[in-house]
T-cell receptor, first 114, second 113 residues
Framework: EAQVTQNPRYLITVTGKKLTVTCSQN?????MSWYRQDPGLGLRQIYY???????DKGDVPEGYKVSRKEKRNFPLILESPSPNQTSLYFC?????????????FGSGTRLTVV | KQEVTQIPAALSVPEGENLVLNCSFT??????LQWFRQDPGKGLTSLLL?????REQTSGRLNASLDKSSGRSTLYIAASQPGDSATYLC????????????FGAGTRLFVKA
């Protein structure tokens, strides 16, 4: 089954403790992206990647890092999480050959930073 | 800077009613526009995608239109059902300054039985 898999689904952590949220897709998609969703603000793009070793900032990249060492994986790294990063996070992927095919989204990761 | 606005923020209608959700964007330089559905606590499900060169797309009871020149898109839902209750999000994919995606804040729809 074609899918985007995020882990973990839920995470509670403390301020300053480094964490990684994983994202993996099995569709051989070039384009992958991370979003955060906050009440009343919709989804905001954090980072995106056009291919292996090619990443770029979205609208809210501060406090986050990403890497794209393999085509299928696009982890989101919070080096020193803060409470304002408490949010619902989504990963998505799409074929760069046909961005008009649309996105496939993961099920989301609910992160709480205390 | 591209901004995407959805009106109304919330909508409650009786079952069977036809309804229109609106999405507006400030920069017409878009690659495509996509409508999503999100159920509470769930991920996003793609409903319709309109390429920048297209005017509309249809899927079942859903019809989405795009007017790039005026920066507007509408999602028309015919004969609404309680199962349509969800939040509907529109998103534009920019193709200038990188392939960024900008989402609207969504319209929360409640269809009463």
């Amino acid at each position: 089954e074609a899918q985007v898999t995020q882990n973990p689904r839920y995470l509670i952590t403390v301020t300053g403790k480094k964490l990684t949220v994983t994202c993996s897709q099995n569709m051989n998609h070039e384009y992958m992206s991370w979003y955060r969703q906050d009440p009343g603000l919709g989804l905001r793009q954090i980072y995106y990647s056009m291919n292996v070793e090619v990443t770029d900032k979205g609208d809210v990249p501060e406090g986050y890092k990403v890497s794209r060492k393999e085509k299928r994986n696009f982890p989101l790294i919070l080096e020193s999480p803060s409470p304002n990063q408490t949010s619902l996070y989504f990963c998505a992927s799409s074929s760069l050959q046909d961005l008009n095919y649309g996105y496939t989204f993961g099920s989301g990761t609910r992160l709480t930073v205390v | 800077k591209q901004e995407v606005t959805q009106i109304p923020a919330a909508l409650s209608v009786p079952e069977g009613e036809n309804l229109v959700l609106n999405c507006s964007f400030t920069d017409s330089a878009i690659y495509n526009l996509q409508w999503f559905r999100q159920d509470p606590g769930k991920g996003l499900t793609s409903l319709l995608l309109i390429q920048s060169s297209q005017r509309e797309q249809t899927s079942g009871r859903l019809n989405a239109s795009l007017d790039k020149s005026s920066g507007r898109s509408t999602l028309y839902i015919a004969a609404s059902q309680p199962g349509d209750s969800a939040t509907y999000l529109c998103a534009v994919l920019k193709n200038t300054g990188g392939f960024k995606t900008i989402f609207g804040a969504g319209t929360r729809l409640f269809v009463k039985a």
